[in-house]
Each structure stands twice: as structure tokens, then as C-alpha cells.
């Protein structure tokens, strides 16, 4: 249901990379009011917590007592049905006490990729394009991002 970006990787959840890897191209983002069961939430959860504990480097030693501590209460708080938009904060409540801004929760919809990588540079009077990408060209000032 979720991408869990990590250190500037995106780990997607284990439902969504099934269904992306069944060949479907646009995968829809549910409704916010979505029950989810819970089997499908602890799915989600655990490949979360999988991957924070396999690759974050806050938690290669394992995570802390305190860390620990939320993680349970996130499991704890998916023993019922919950609504996606519910589910979105129980995960989130897991990633959000690692303090960083590289590792964050977004909906995992067809449409998460639909970005414009325009390579920058910053000097001392704005921001400029480093390399051509439609629509915009190299040595194009950027007045803010």
C-alpha cells in the first residue's frame, strides 16, 4: 500500500511490487476509507520494518529499546480492520521517530513516479538547470524549488 523511501530508494510494499510485477501498468491508489484487514496491514508493516532493520544505518545494530517499543505498538495497533488513511499514520509513526529526511512514507499509486528529474545546480543568485530535460534547458535559472 505504501513506498517506503529509504536513503534515496524506494521499497515498495509487498502487495503493490506483486501486483506491479504481475505486469499491470497503472496500479490505483484506493480510497483513503479503505478497510484494510489485518493481515494485509502486518504484510505492509513487517516489509517496513524489514526493510528499516536490513538497511536504514540507524538501525543496522538492531533497533533501540525505544524503537522497539514503537514498533510493538504499531502491531498492537493493527490487530482490527483499520482504514488505509489509518494505516498510513500506524507505519508512519514507526518511520518517523528515526528523525531524518531521507526516509519517508508516500501512497503507492501509478502515479508516484510522475516527476520531472531536472538535474540543478545552486549558485549564489538561484538555482539552474545543469542538463537539458524537457521542457527545461541547460543554463535555465530556476527562481525557486
Not at 480510497?31 to 504484510?43: D, F, G, N
Not at 490487530?79 to 494505516?87: D, G, H, V
Not at 528529474?117 to 525557486?144: A, K, M, N, T
Amino acid at each position: 500500500m505504501f513506498a517506503l523511501l529509504l536513503c534515496g530508494f524506494a521499497f515498495t510494499s509487498y502487495l503493490y511490487g506483486e501486483r506491479a510485477e504481475a505486469g499491470q501498468e497503472t496500479v490505483l491508489q484506493p480510497a483513503a476509507q479503505t478497510l484494510l484487514s489485518p493481515e494485509t496491514m502486518q504484510e505492509d508493516l513487517d516489509h517496513a520494518v524489514r526493510i528499516l532493520r536490513n538497511v536504514h544505518p540507524a538501525t543496522y545494530r538492531g533497533f533501540s529499546d525505544e524503537q522497539q517499543a514503537v514498533i510493538d505498538a504499531a502491531y498492537r495497533r493493527i490487530q482490527e480492520p483499520a482504514t488505509i488513511n489509518a494505516f498510513y499514520f500506524i507505519v508512519n509513526s514507526v518511520v518517523c521517530p528515526l528523525q531524518d529526511a531521507h526516509t519517508h512514507l508516500w501512497p503507492a499509486t501509478g502515479n508516484h513516479n510522475r516527476w520531472i528529474h531536472v538535474p540543478i545546480i545552486w549558485l549564489h543568485d538561484g538555482f539552474y538547470v545543469h542538463e537539458d530535460r524537457e521542457p527545461f534547458r541547460q543554463g535555465d535559472r530556476r527562481p525557486s524549488y
